[in-house]
T-cell receptor, first 119, second 111 residues
Framework: GAVVSQHPSRVICKSGTSVKIECRSL??????MFWYRQFPKQSLMLMAT?????????EQGVEKDKFLINHASLTLSTLTVTSAHPEDSSFYIC???????????????FGPGTRLTVL | GESVGLHLPTLSVQEGDNSIINCAYS??????FIWYKQESGKGPQFIID?????DKRQGQRVTVLLNKTVKHLSLQIAATQPGDSAVYFC??????????FGGGTRLMVKP
């Protein structure tokens, strides 16, 4: 199956700093990628949809100026958490939508996640 | 907004028994449903999917049942093994081609 990677897998930073998380589709091109956030013992919540070559679409309640998304190529999307605070500590997961005909209908392939801890 | 929910937050089964995990969805326009398995500290792993024009789909040891009349989805795992221990999420694909995840059920397999 298709592989999606994330880097870093784990990051610890001080409050006020910015953190960049990369999401890569390794063996297919993804025009659409998604960023989710998952707090402990909770489900995945969609933060935004990342579209290659255009602005990301943010879900209600997600601050676009705080969570900067860049989808500069068909295999890479980045999420930057700006001026991170302890409440931003969470598990961030990206997914990439497979091209038409690549696999099951409208399937998304998920990355392994990035654990962000803000001190 | 629309949501997907689960009845049981934790399910404990004996190794070798069958497991059934349930999910209720509320968006009647959803056309595609997926079950994911998530182990601790990892991303979701695709298990099985089903389109809305089907009511049953079988995979290896897993079966998904879809009842559109009552908006209910279930995942059946045959001969549950310790490696099946994880959190299971159902997700629905809505008209906007977005996935909405249910709350999750933790499956614990007792040896």
């Amino acid at each position: 199956g298709a592989v999606v990677s994330q880097h870093p897998s784990r990051v610890i930073c001080k409050s006020g700093t910015s953190v960049k998380i990369e999401c890569r589709s390794l063996d297919f091109q993804a025009t659409t990628m998604f960023w989710y956030r998952q707090f402990p013992k909770q489900s995945l919540m969609l933060m935004a949809t990342s579209n290659e070559g255009s602005k990301a679409t943010y879900e209600q309640g997600v601050e676009k100026d705080k969570f900067l998304i860049n989808h500069a190529s068909l295999t890479l999307s980045t999420l930057t958490v700006t001026s991170a605070h302890p409440e931003d500590s969470s598990f961030y997961i990206c997914s990439a939508r497979a091209p038409t005909g690549y696999s099951s209908y409208n399937e998304q392939f998920f990355g392994p996640g990035t654990r962000l801890t803000v001190l | 907004g629309e949501s997907v929910g689960l009845h049981l937050p934790t399910l404990s089964v004996q190794e070798g028994d069958n497991s059934i995990i349930n999910c209720a969805y509320s968006n009647s326009a959803s056309d595609y449903f997926i079950w994911y398995k998530q182990e601790s500290g990892k991303g979701p792993q695709f298990i099985i999917d089903i389109r809305s024009n089907m009511d049953k789909r079988q995979g290896q040891r897993v079966t998904v049942l879809l009842n559109k009349t009552v908006k209910h989805l279930s995942l059946q795992i045959a001969a549950t093994q310790p490696g099946d221990s994880a959190v299971y999420f159902c997700a629905e694909n809505n008209a906007g081609n977005m996935l909405t995840f249910g709350g999750g059920t933790r499956l614990m397999v007792k040896p």
